[in-house]
């Protein structure tokens, strides 16, 4: 299994411009999310699936859109990229465990963003 | 909002040494997770409590909850120069599969 896995590794973009980051999980997990980490301030939530055709917004959603139509991909769009936005982008999966459910993250390797 | 707030911010010990750090959160919990974060890498995660536990073990990993003093805290005993690494307390609340990360530790082992 390759797990989580993130493309691209690095991007740099100029202000105004959109893009796509990738992520792909082949655990048939049922959650997965999108975290920006900044110096400083851990992680912070973007938005998260509960499942293929669901999403829904986390503690830092502005400036993102994502969809799910398939388990395995969670497409994290930038719409009008800001320097705002210049972070580490994670990945994460997961599938419920145990009674009541927990749920243990993967994280994929990251996506370092720099927006000009 | 963080939920989790570790401490200390930083630790640097030398190798053979136990490290001990702290999470406090300010809500009621499902569960803590513990994860490491080596340098330019992703997290993995090392171990989870459940809120009605008290204590786990994993390896040379430790893990308390005290739910009255919301408060936990991980002990790696005699530690590697390997185990250096910024690790992150993160919980769970309800019965919902988001969790709320800290800003983390920064763990530094001397050889």
């Known amino acids: 299994n390759a797990g989580v896995t993130q493309t691209p590794k690095f991007q740099v973009l100029k202000t105004g411009q959109s893009m796509t980051l990738q992520c792909a999980q082949d655990m048939n997990h049922e959650y997965m999310s999108w975290y920006r980490q900044d110096p400083g301030m851990g992680l912070r939530l973007i938005h998260y699936?509960?499942?293929?055709?669901?999403?829904d917004q986390g503690e830092v959603p502005n400036g993102y859109n994502v969809s799910r139509s398939t388990t395995e991909d969670f497409p994290l769009r930038l719409l009008s990229a800001a320097p705002s936005q210049t972070s580490v982008y994670f990945c994460a999966s997961s599938s419920p465990a145990g009674t009541p459910p927990t749920y243990e993250q993967y994280f994929g390797p990251g996506t370092r963003l720099t927006v000009t | 909002s963080q939920q989790g707030e570790e401490d200390p911010q930083a630790l640097s010990i030398q190798e053979g040494e136990n490290a001990t750090m702290n999470c406090s959160y300010k809500t009621s919990i499902n569960n803590l997770q513990w994860y490491r974060q080596n340098s330019g890498r992703g997290l993995v995660h090392l171990i989870l409590i459940r809120s009605n536990e008290r204590e786990k073990h994993s390896g040379r990993l430790r893990v308390t909850l005290d739910t009255s003093k919301k408060s936990s805290s991980l002990l790696i005993t005699a530690s590697r120069a390997a185990d250096t690494a910024s690790y992150f307390c993160a919980t769970t609340t309800g019965a919902n599969s988001k969790l709320t990360f800290g800003k983390g530790i920064t763990l530094s082992v001397r050889p």
């Open positions: 699936s509960v499942g293929a055709g669901i999403t």
